[in-house]
């Protein structure tokens, strides 16, 4: 093709370029963790591994994928209790040595071990040990700071190994909040596009079409989502690992966050630990998919159906709480555009809390 044809095909001041990461390996199914040996081979990360855990976590696979690998690898451990900047550095130092990560936990471990490896140009495997949130295989991360939380920049894991017989027997509640998370993508969508007509923001249609389909089928597959079942931490993990590709294409956590999260984020700010991660983002679409005018009442009665709570009262937090998040839902992240953003009076916000407990 001559140089002019070239320029004729590209319009001038055509500048885009996108680098999308994701996944080598991805790796969901019954005993999965036993595969590490394969996929680590597969992948030739280096002779020495940290293995972050938490204090439950460690118990429930951190020790066995430990003894798993021992012998192959020179294993090191580190506990992180929680996620914020001292764990951080503390895991920073037990990280320089080796050569990669494996973060074996909740969303926060796998944030933990995100960031450190990123920042230590490092790989790391990402081992869910339950089927909580959509961070799994994206490669951004959540880091709470003393203004609420931040979404900074990582890197996608270069293998997940989600073992759904270690992840089906994690309790209950964390499954429904993984399933909340990604039933928030509904309005997380419509928040994006409301920005895109008010500021310009620019969409992308590949990314917000697979998150909206991740949550169609997680709705329609709803009644599979059983406590216990094996099968239905196979379903929820895939649409764990959908709405992560769909973030990884938009470059951003935005096609699975809007102002559920923003108020979910505010809500841990102000009661920490009383919700987890996908129960306040659920409870948060509820409210912000009455603001956008569309079916609320199906967000509820999906997540009631799933096992999610849909009102502040199943977790104890009182609805001032409540309404005071969604008041301080715009202080988080302002520069995300959302339905929460649009000058929210405290008397709509107390007027949404009592939706939820509408019969
Ligand atoms: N990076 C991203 O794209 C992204 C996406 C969604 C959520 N997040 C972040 O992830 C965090 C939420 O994740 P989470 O809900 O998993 O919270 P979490 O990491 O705090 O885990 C919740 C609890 O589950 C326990 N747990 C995990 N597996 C278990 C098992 N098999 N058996 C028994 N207990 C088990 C943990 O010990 C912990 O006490 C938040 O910080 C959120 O912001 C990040
Ligand atoms: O960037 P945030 O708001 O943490 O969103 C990421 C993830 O929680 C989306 O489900
Ligand atoms: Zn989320």
């Known amino acids: 093709m001559s140089k002019e044809q070239v320029q004729v095909l590209q319009p001038e001041g055509f500048n885009k370029s996108r680098w999308t990461q994701l996944p080598r390996d991805v790796l969901i199914g019954h005993e999965a963790i036993l595969q590490l040996p394969e996929i680590i081979a597969d992948i030739k990360p280096g002779k020495s591994a940290l293995l972050i855990t938490g204090g439950t976590t460690r118990e429930v696979a951190g020790e066995a994928v430990a003894n798993l690998l021992s012998g192959m690898y020179d294993i090191s451990r580190f506990i992180a209790g929680k996620l914020d900047s001292s764990t951080l550095e503390e895991c920073a130092k ?16 796998i944030d933990c071990a995100k960031i450190v490896s990123y920042k230590q140009g490092k790989p790391f495997i990402s081992v869910p040990t339950a ?13 709470p700071t003393e203004n609420g939380s931040v979404s900074v920049e990582a890197h996608p894991p270069v293998a997940v190994v989600a073992d759904t017989g270690i992840i089906a027997k994690a309790p209950h509640r964390l499954m429904a909040s993984g399933c909340a998370d990604v039933i928030s993508n509904y309005t997380a969508i419509l928040d994006w596009e409301l920005a895109h007509r008010i500021r310009g923001e620019q969409i992308s249609e590949y990314a917000i079409a697979l998150s909206k389909m991740t949550a169609e089928i997680l709705v329609k597959d709803a009644n ?17 690992v959908s709405s992560g ?23 841990e700010r102000l009661i920490p630990g009383a919700a987890l991660h996908g129960e306040a983002c659920g409870i948060g679409s509820i409210m912000t998919m009455y603001l956008h ?9 999906s997540l009631h159906h799933i096992g999610a709570p849909t009102t502040p009262k199943e977790l104890n937090i009182p609805d001032e709480i409540v309404v005071e998040a969604l008041m301080k839902a715009r202080e988080i992240r302002p520069e995300r555009y959302t339905i929460l953003d649009m000058g929210l009076t405290r008397e709509s916000a107390e007027y949404l809390v009592q939706l939820l407990y509408e019969e």
Request: charged share 20%.
């Open 224 to 240: 599979l989502i059983k406590p216990g079942q094996e099968e239905a931490a196979w379903i929820v993990v895939k649409a764990l």
């Open 131 to 143: 089927a909580s949130h959509d961070g799994i295989i994206s490669g951004r991360a959540t880091l």
């Open 94 to 109: 037990a990280a320089s040595p080796v050569d990669f990560l494996i973060g074996i936990g909740g969303g926060r471990v």
């Open 245 to 267: 590709v769909s973030m990884a294409i938009a470059g951003s956590s935005r096609p699975a966050s809007g102002g559920e999260h923003k108020f979910g984020h505010a809500l």
């Open 293 to 301: 005018g569309g079916d609320w009442r199906e967000i509820r009665s």
